[in-house]
């Protein structure tokens, strides 16, 4: 199985570098696992809708880069949910 032409283990080590610089960039406190999780979830989420315009990224730098942006996003909905 693979996400975004990465393997699992891949996609765990650096869905937490994603989620872990999204946290940073938007000034959240966040563990680990939240980070961990955030990136992952993130880049699945983008690149489902990146999918629906029409756009496909694959490698592990454009699972960072969705990943990233993707946590960032689903911090700033949180942050308008909590509110």
């Excluded at 869905?15 to 955030?38: K, P, Q, T, Y």
């Excluded at 489902?48 to 960072?64: D, S, T």
Aim: charged share 5%.
């Amino acid at each position: 199985m693979s996400l975004n032409g990465v393997g699992i283990l891949a996609a765990i080590i650096i869905g937490g570098l994603a989620g872990w610089l999204a946290e940073r960039f938007m000034n959240s406190d966040m563990g680990l696992f939240m980070n961990i999780a955030l990136g992952i979830i993130g880049a699945v989420v983008l690149n489902f809708i990146l999918a629906a315009f029409g756009m496909a990224f694959a490698g592990w730098l454009a699972y960072l880069v969705t990943g990233f942006i993707g946590a960032c996003l689903l911090i700033a909905v949180g942050r308008a949910v909590k509110r």
